[in-house]
């Protein structure tokens, strides 16, 4: 309520256009919507699809398809930069710095909160795919072979790996966050060979959408983690450390 009287008060005193600095934007998957017009200050808003929040684009159909162009689209331009700049001569280790620190961190920035289907997913490795056939001078190797030369893991197992990690930093407290609003613990009525005191219970998902989301996403990964390793209380980088050595093996 302050921030709204804070932009009328702009608007009457410095003649600033309400409409120009506000939006409306709608989060439904509902295909049938009531549309009304809202104003402010006499002005009428506009009505938009999408907005970013924090680096990240928001959709009204709550899809993750804008965010996913937009970083594919910057990371394909910093790994072209790459190339220009270093050519073939560049050695191996600068890179694979320049391309960590440049590409790769756009590709996994805010990846917790933002999903990806099988479609998007091929698209984003596909970015680093491209990368590291550069940093071996295009050797006819496999992708599997390129990670081991250039020592990465796939994107797909760093998103799993910054998803652990986020649950557990949950867990043992570094974040504000109240973890049994999210998720429950499994409390196994009988003892079986995957059962744990350390599990949490799986949400039934009836669609693909809802199995994205990041605590219903992350629950089987944290229930197949070896026993020991959810039931230490080691910190956060160790447990990123171990989590790794599991995901590459």
């Not at 608007?11 to 009531?34: A, D, H, L, M």
């Not at 938009?48 to 331009?77: E, F, M, T, Y």
């Not at 998007?120 to 490795?125: D, K």
């Amino acid at each position: 309520m302050h921030s709204l009287t804070f932009f009328l008060v702009l608007q009457f005193t410095k003649g600033i256009e309400v409409k120009k600095v506000c939006n409306i934007v709608r989060f439904t998957r509902k295909r049938k919507c009531i549309e009304f017009n809202y104003k402010m200050g006499g002005s009428t808003l506009e009505r938009i699809s999408s907005v970013p929040d924090l680096g990240v684009i928001l959709s009204s159909d709550l899809s993750w398809n804008l965010h996913i162009d937009s970083i594919c689209k910057r990371a394909n331009q910093s790994l072209g930069y790459i190339k220009r700049v270093c050519g073939k001569d560049c050695s191996l280790k600068i890179k694979r710095t320049l391309y960590c620190a440049l590409t790769r961190s756009v590709l996994e920035y805010n990846s917790v909160v933002w999903a990806v289907n099988e479609t998007n997913n091929v698209r984003i490795e596909r970015i680093q795919k491209a990368a590291t056939r550069y940093m071996v001078h295009y050797k006819d190797v496999s992708y599997g072979e390129r990670l081991k030369i250039c020592n990465l893991m796939s994107l797909v197992h760093r998103r799993e790996l910054l998803d652990l990690c986020f649950l557990y930093k949950c867990k043992i407290g570094d974040y504000c966050i109240e973890l049994n609003k999210f998720v429950e613990a499994a409390n196994p009525v009988y003892n079986t060979r995957h059962s744990s005191p350390a599990n949490f219970k799986m949400r039934k998902c009836n669609t693909n959408y809802v199995k994205k989301i990041f605590f219903n996403r992350v629950v089987p990964m944290w229930n197949k983690l070896p026993e020991d390793l959810k039931l230490s209380e080691i910190s956060a980088n160790i447990f990123k450390i171990k989590v790794k050595a599991i995901l590459n093996n």
